[in-house]
């Protein structure tokens, strides 16, 4: 496709998003299985039912568009997923992988905000307001997610991660959790 219209790039990116998307859709399920702690694994499932809603609202921008979602598919999600499926697979301390993959998903996060704020800024160009609303609701929550992350990671996993260093002999310790 030619992009001399920033319509066309609109589109363009938002194909991209949806493709994102809808990676995300199917690796979420992995990671919260291979998340060790409670909290994480939650998280991971609450972020798999907000990301169904996010392909429901980039299908409800196309269909408004009467566009079609397909044609693009995102290589950048491609290789975070990719980078979370090492993680999952590598072997160690519980709570290690799981700040790993807190560390994964983040990446995640970090690359959506920055799509959907260069969406969201091109639906407002454009004068698309129902866009801007339903992209500034995923962007939202996208931010939000993040944040937990952050918060899960500094309040349980790696101050685990820390103190099993110290105590690398003592095994009963290792998978263990306090507070
Ligand atoms: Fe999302
Ligand atoms: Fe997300």
Redesign the pocket.
Known sequence: MKLDTLKKLYLEELRDLYSA?TQ?VKALPKMAKGASSAELKQAFESHLE??KE?VERLDEIFARLDEKTTGKICKAMKGLIEEGSEMLAQEGDESVIDAGLIGAAQRVEHY?IAAYRTVRTFANLLGEDEAVELLQQ?LD??GETDKALSQLAEGIVNEEALTQDEEEKDVATVGSRRR
């Open positions: 998307e995300l907000q990301t996010h959506e995923t929550e996208e």
